[in-house]
């Protein structure tokens, strides 16, 4: 069974970090195109990361430039958001999504920056 499991989100403080986690089963990360999205309220959902097969980084949103990170973990099959500096304009559930022929998504990890 094909299932993405994020983790990792939270309330932080602006200026803070957190490490987001995106845990695949049923299909090996490596073999996809693996990306970030995130979806704030009231707005759509925007791509903020992502990483090729081949370990490449794909894209950063503007946004997020400087600050996230997107890396893989091929023996854990799980790929991670990095995100320093956070602002209060990061709040959004944050997904993760891998995409090669078939796409899949999991179901959300809310991060909110506040003080």
């Known amino acids: 069974q094909v299932q993405l499991v994020e983790s990792g989100g939270g309330l932080v403080q602006p200026g803070g970090s957190l490490r987001l986690s995106c845990a695949a089963s049923?299909?090996?990360?490596?073999?996809?195109?693996m990306r970030w999205f995130r979806q704030a309220p009231g707005k759509e959902r925007e791509l903020v990361a992502g990483i090729t097969r081949d370990g490449a980084i794909l894209k950063y949103a503007d946004s997020v430039k400087g600050r996230f990170t997107i890396s893989r973990d091929n023996a854990r099959n799980t790929v991670y958001l990095q995100m320093n500096s956070l602002k209060p304009e990061d709040t959004a559930v944050y997904y993760c999504?891998?995409?090669?022929?078939?796409?899949?998504w999991g179901q959300g990890t809310q991060v909110t920056v506040s003080s």
């Open positions: 999504n891998a995409i090669w022929g078939m796409q899949y």
């Open positions: 049923g299909f090996i990360v490596s073999s996809y195109t």
